[in-house]
């Protein structure tokens, strides 16, 4: 069967958020729109419900979710205690994309945080987002809408024929603003350490005294028995079954050459590049990144899911700077790459 499906873009389907709401009441699950990514969400107190996620998504069992807030009352029912840092971070960037990892409550059914002691928190800006939690007047447990292992779904085009069907309610209000997932912290003896990277930066987080700590596997392969902070970042992630080939360079010839020096390599390239450096680039398969780092977040997870139409023998994507959203950027296409990557 079909799931239900509201085109949030015409405003008169705004009531459609009120039964997307009656959805979630009921234990059903309900792909809706954050400023991130489009999530497919569930009453967070109900294990049941919860579990419809898991299947919906193929998502292993290990990797828990993040809960979505709309106040902060919420946020207190739900986790021990608050400490100044989480205070802080909460105070600058909330409503937003950032995820906060809090010592959790016995509420929270084991199933959504993969039975850990904590949980990972956040209240989204979008303001569809919060209008459905507001009206469920309930927590929605949400992770990404694709399938696992899949890019994150930032537009309904791409992901409708991977969850139509398998999610009881759609709500489509069109592209993602940011197209990368929020930004998971972790304070752990004062500090911040960052899980994934995203459009929070650690230059945010500095501006306001805050130390932070990168930790190292959001760039670096882990191995199968490496202890994590985060269960996610063991999973093989946003991989195209085309074989992909990041290569960065801070010197824009050398980039460009390297690329170039490639595709002579090779035969059928596809090349993801910057807008302003396409026609440099000696193939006849382009994708148009886009050009400032805000273009690329936002278009990077769809670009990701064309590539296998071209049936090109590589993909060489294009790397941006480890700097503010750039590290973000980089997380993702790393391991889209699966860590397939020159630096020069
Ligand atoms: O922007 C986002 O965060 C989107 C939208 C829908 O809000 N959600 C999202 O969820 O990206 P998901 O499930 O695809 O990714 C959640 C990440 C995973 O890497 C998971 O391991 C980590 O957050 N995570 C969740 N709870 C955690 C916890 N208690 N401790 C450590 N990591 C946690
Ligand atoms: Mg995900």
Not at 137 to 150: E, F, R
């Amino acid at each position: 069967m079909k799931s239900k499906y509201a085109d949030l873009k015409l405003n008169e389907n705004i009531n459609k958020v009120e039964e997307a709401a009656t959805y979630i009441k009921k234990g059903k699950i309900v792909l809706f729109p954050t400023e991130t990514v489009y999530g497919i969400g569930a009453n967070a107190l109900d294990e049941n419900a919860v579990n419809k996620i898991f299947k919906a998504k193929g998502r292993a069992s290990d990797n828990p979710l993040i809960v979505h807030i709309c106040n902060m009352q919420m946020l207190k029912n739900l986790v021990q205690d608050i400490g100044k840092i989480e205070e802080k971070l909460i105070n600058n960037f909330w409503p937003g994309p950032l995820t906060i990892i809090f010592n959790k409550k016995e509420c929270i059914p084991n199933n959504v945080t993969a039975g850990l002691e904590t949980v990972g928190i956040r209240m989204p800006s979008n303001e569809i987002a919060r209008k459905l939690i507001e009206l469920a007047k309930l927590p929605i447990a949400a992770p990404s809408a694709n399938i696992s292992g899949k890019p994150s779904g930032t537009k309904i085009e791409d992901i409708i024929e991977e969850l139509d069907g398998k999610v009881d309610y759609i709500l489509d209000s069109g592209m993602a603003d940011i197209g990368v997932e929020s930004t998971v912290v972790r304070v752990v003896d004062n500090k911040v350490h960052i899980l994934r990277p995203g459009k929070i930066t650690k230059e945010d987080m500095q501006k306001l005294g805050i130390d932070v700590v990168i930790e190292k596997q959001i760039m670096e392969e882990c191995s199968p028995n490496e202890k994590v902070m985060s269960p996610g970042m063991k999973y093989r992630h946003y991989a195209p079954n085309t074989k992909c080939l990041l290569v960065y360079s801070d010197n824009e010839k050398e980039l460009i050459e390297e690329i170039n020096k490639q595709i002579k390599n090779s035969s059928n390239v596809l090349v993801l590049g910057r807008t302003n450096h396409l026609e440099k680039y000696n193939t006849n398969n382009k994708l148009d990144m886009g050009e400032s780092l805000e273009d690329i977040s936002k278009n990077i997870f769809t670009l990701l899911r064309k590539v296998d139409s071209y049936n090109a023998n590589l993909v060489i994507i294009e790397g941006v700077k480890k700097e503010g959203l750039g590290l973000a950027i980089m997380n993702r296409l790393i391991r889209a790459c699966e860590h397939n990557y020159i630096e020069i």
